[in-house]
């Protein structure tokens, strides 16, 4: 790929990725039934304070929402970099780059939407959706640990955690260490924002 056609492909991804993120699923979805989630419990538009205040079916849509968002980021730009993926489905190559920095531009745009007042969530199902375009292997492994934790533990928040920290260990079972350091890089925008929400004095 030249370098032209590298740099209009980066570009596209980021701009996809940030505009697809941007869609604020919880505060819309909540609109509907009267409220912000940005002013009530623990006021971050995701799908755990929407289902807090209404119940996990009314709350399914936000979950697969936020998932999708970061399905679609990366799915656009595997696409527009050439769709370059190894055997079991993880990305590489020149489709690498633009992956990582859609799902990026996509928890950005969860976090600071331009479509919601700069005012987002934690992007960690923004990062989940990427995640299984970038890894599917590793992604799937995640799943079946997040079920048997949560299970055992009788708890999915608990679940939930323990899959996402081992991702990048799972994904190292199908990828070179320099590629899952991309993932150790989304995972430092997740914090980059609970890191956000406690110095504004939000509750976690």
Known sequence: MRWNEAMD?????????YLLGSVPVA???ARGHGFDPRSVGDRNPGFWNVKEQLGWRAAVPVFAGDTLKGVLAAL???LVSGGHTTAVGAVTGD????????VAAAMAGH???VFAGFRGGRSILTFAGGAAVI????????VAVLVAVALAARSFAVGARVAVF???VLQLLFVPAEVVAGTGALMCLIGL????????????
């Open 9 to 17: 492909v980066l570009v596209m991804s980021v701009i996809v990725g």
């Open 27 to 29: 505060v819309l979805l």
């Open 76 to 78: 656009a730009a595997l």
């Open 95 to 102: 489709s690498v780059l633009p992956v990582y920095l859609a």
């Open 111 to 113: 976090a600071w939407p």
């Open 135 to 142: 890894c599917p292997p590793g992604f799937a492994l995640a």
């Open 166 to 168: 081992g991702l990048p």
């Open 193 to 204: 924002r609970f890191g956000q929400a406690a110095l504004s004095g939000r509750r976690e």
